[in-house]
């Protein structure tokens, strides 16, 4: 679990806020995953990956699941997240939850305060003013644009893939802004540690199964009301 809890506050800013382009995804979800190498100057053996959050997105309304550090298909930690507060979901069963029921009765966290799974922040990329531009990659079959950060400690590579699609969130919006895109990947590798780390942001159209079932009752519930 302190894995699960340093590493995207050392590696990992999200926003809670629109891209500049005007398409905007009303389903679907983001996996952000992580791979970390150790002593990588001597080779790639030394590796954990782990899968720190998953992110499901029904318009503005975020479910986040939080995988369990050790066994990923189970889950340690559901949160609510809308209109930038955050709320966590006690209830083992989805398909029984209500949501309205808990923005009524639950004292929200602002969700920039949110210390585990996806970190919430405004702050923007170190150095970035000194970043070098590179060309073009493809990974995966996806082109995406490219730019490098140096340090006398730290080497770190962006990777920014064009598309006027937004999500409800994004990372390091200033730089999305900048590239006209969206931040997918970074890597770094700490030169005084020898560690090597990449994160990756996974999208996908549909909803992990226990979200599904969350948004699926309360449209069921909204529906009734009517």
Known sequence: MKKLLILPSLFFLFVSNSCHKEIKSEKGGIDVVS????????NLDKIQSFHLSSLNYSGDSIIERIPDVDAPE???QIYFI???LCYTIENENPGKIILSDIIRKQKPLPVEKKKVGTLFSQEKIP?????KNLSDTVLFKKKYKRF???SPWMYTRFYIYPTD???PYSIYKHAEKDY???LERIDSYNKKTDIFVTLQLISRKNWDSEAREIFEFNHFIKNRKK
């Open 35 to 42: 791979n970390v190498y150790f002593d990588v100057s001597k």
């Open 127 to 131: 150095n970035y003013r000194n970043r």
């Open 148 to 150: 490098e950060i140096n």
């Open 165 to 167: 699609t937004i999500l």
């Open 82 to 84: 809308n209109d930038s």
């Open 180 to 182: 006209h895109g969206r």
């Open 74 to 76: 189970l889950t340690q």
